[in-house]
């Protein structure tokens, strides 16, 4: 077996637990994506949050600057303020360097955690930049409850003050030159986005895996109840037997695909049904008819036999003959039909030409010594593509019905139209009522006015000649014609236009 076509072990069996782990596999993916864009999205507000926060601070921490106040020691975030210059008091927060906001409240030199710029030509010392610092490693330990900043990158807000811009009493108040410049700077701290974005994490995840066993368990039990009517329709189907194929399924009034399951097993039943009942008919009138002659061979051979001195040889002979010849003719239709409905694989078609075809059997009718006028006439070559003898068989039919009919005359008219190639066989016969012009095309079918075994018919000759021209493409059919019947041949011309000699 190809190792490609061979079922996944992994997979599980049965439709509902499949069903099941494709729709917890599908939520999954889903709540990933989900999931995956939520953390993003809440770490982003997080911060921004963050970095608002540390705006505002940071503005707040200016605008005391620029009132000549030393910033007080506690802030919600870390924050240091450093001078160039000549030295000067500034004031550190937050424990930038020393890791603890109170650690030392003024500095007495610029701090080396930041290495000072000069300010800006244009900065009014109220628009602030944002960039990612790395804060140096100090030397020491940090004090018992200390944020430890040291050795990491965060994103920094900074605003620069320029001395020569306060009054002379601010910058005192500061201890600063006049000609200094202060920055203040302002930590954005991640720590509380992560949290918030850890905790959510966590959530989501609870949430995820609970919503799938729940998406699973609905989706395993959805389809156990929908498939309970699949179950029913199985187990009935189960029951049903070639001795008894009148079972049929119970159609769901729900309208779904479940209905539709059952409405086309219970059409295929009726199918088979009418199958069987065909076969069995088949047989049975088969086995009639070949009891038929097979009876009064037996009996005329039994009568010989028994009064050999009183029997008329030659005639008994002639008799038994006849007889044998009406089973073998009845022997080569049923395995006609038996092929057809087999559906055999045709021969490979050939062009014939259906005027010539014609042609030949009218005339071979004619020299075989009947009373009947037959004629044939035809307005130019028909090709069809098709089996010869299949066709000659077909014709050969037309024209047995029509002679065993006929009172004096068959007409035989063979013309085209459009793609089609057109036949028709004419007998002035008794004709055949408008009920029965259906009917007479089906198996062992005879009239009572019109046809019986005392002339020759086994009731299979009009049912082999519409089979065979449905295996070639086409249709035969009985016109309305007062007096006599007309069967009506249509077959579709042959591509090329051309054919080979009909034998």
Known sequence: MNASKRPRRWLPRSVRARAALAAALTAAAVLVGIGG??????????????????????????????????????????????????????????????????????????????????????????????RPLRIPARGGHAPTGSLDLAGRTYPVLYVDTWAGGLSRDKAAALGIAPDATLRTYVVVLPETAAAITATTDDLLLRAGLAGLVLIAAAAYFTVRLALRPVEAIRALTASVTADDPRERVTVPATGHEITALATTINTTLQRLDTAAARQRRFVADAAHELRSPLTSLLASLEVALAYPERTDWPTAVTTAARQTRRLQALAEDLLLLARSDAQAPETALQAVDLSALAAKLAEQYSLSGSTLILTCDSTGPAPVDGNPGE????????????????????????WTEGTWAVLTVVDDGPGVPVEDAERIFERFVRLDDARSRAHGGSGLGLAIARDLAHRHGGTLTLAPRTPGACFRLRLALNRSGTAGDPG
């Open 37 to 130: 864009w939520m953390h993003h999205e809440i770490y982003r507000q997080s911060a921004r949050i963050a970095e608002v926060q540390a705006r505002e601070n940071l503005f707040a921490l200016v605008g005391q600057v620029n009132e000549g106040v030393v910033p007080d020691r506690t802030s919600a975030v870390p924050y240091e303020i450093v001078a160039t210059g000549r030295r000067g008091a500034v004031a550190s927060g937050g424990g930038l360097d020393a890791v603890d906001s109170g650690a030392r409240h003024v500095l007495p030199a610029p701090s080396a955690l930041f290495a000072p710029t000069p300010p800006p030509d244009s900065d009014d010392g109220w628009f602030y930049t944002v």
């Open 391 to 414: 066709l000659e068989r077909l014709l050969r039919n037309l024209i047995d019905n029509a002679v065993r009919h006929a009172a004096r005359r068959i007409e035989i008219t063979v």
